[in-house]
Nanobody
Framework: QWQLVESGGGLVQAGGSLRLSCAAS????????RGWFRQAPGKEREFVAA????????YYARSVKGRFAISRDNAKNTVYLQMNSLKPEDTAVYYC??????????????????WGQGTQVVVSS
């Protein structure tokens, strides 16, 4: 049984940093593009960042570009999201995801086939 398990969320003050991890088990996702999405209360799930299977290509939402960095360690079957200069508007549940391949846009949640359960991030002002 495969699993994607996020960790690293928590409460942080504005301007602080957090590093999220998403560990996979049950199968290898080393050849799969990976992504991070988030969902704030009362809002739709939105794209945050994505990374190609070999880690050479990364993509970011405009709202986090320059503050967040996605990376992956295929040997550990894990993807990371380093979040710096956090703002209260970054408060959300963060989900990691894996796609067999992209047939359209990496920003679209329906491109992803596997999802974690999410980890809560709260940024206080």
């Amino acid at each position: 049984q495969w699993q994607l398990v996020e960790s690293g969320g928590g409460l942080v003050q504005a301007g602080g940093s957090l590093r999220l991890s998403c560990a996979a088990s049950g199968r290898t996702f080393s050849t799969y593009p990976r992504g991070w999405f988030r969902q704030a209360p009362g809002k739709e799930r939105e794209f945050v960042a994505a990374i190609s299977s070999n880690g050479l290509n990364t993509y970011y939402a405009r709202s986090v570009k320059g503050r967040f960095a996605i990376s992956r360690d295929n040997a550990k079957n894990t993807v990371y999201l380093q979040m710096n200069s956090l703002k209260p508007e970054d408060t959300a549940v963060y989900y990691c995801a894996a796609a067999r391949y992209y047939s359209g846009s990496y920003e679209a949640s329906n491109e992803y086939d596997y999802w974690g359960q999410g980890t809560q991030v709260v940024v206080s002002s």
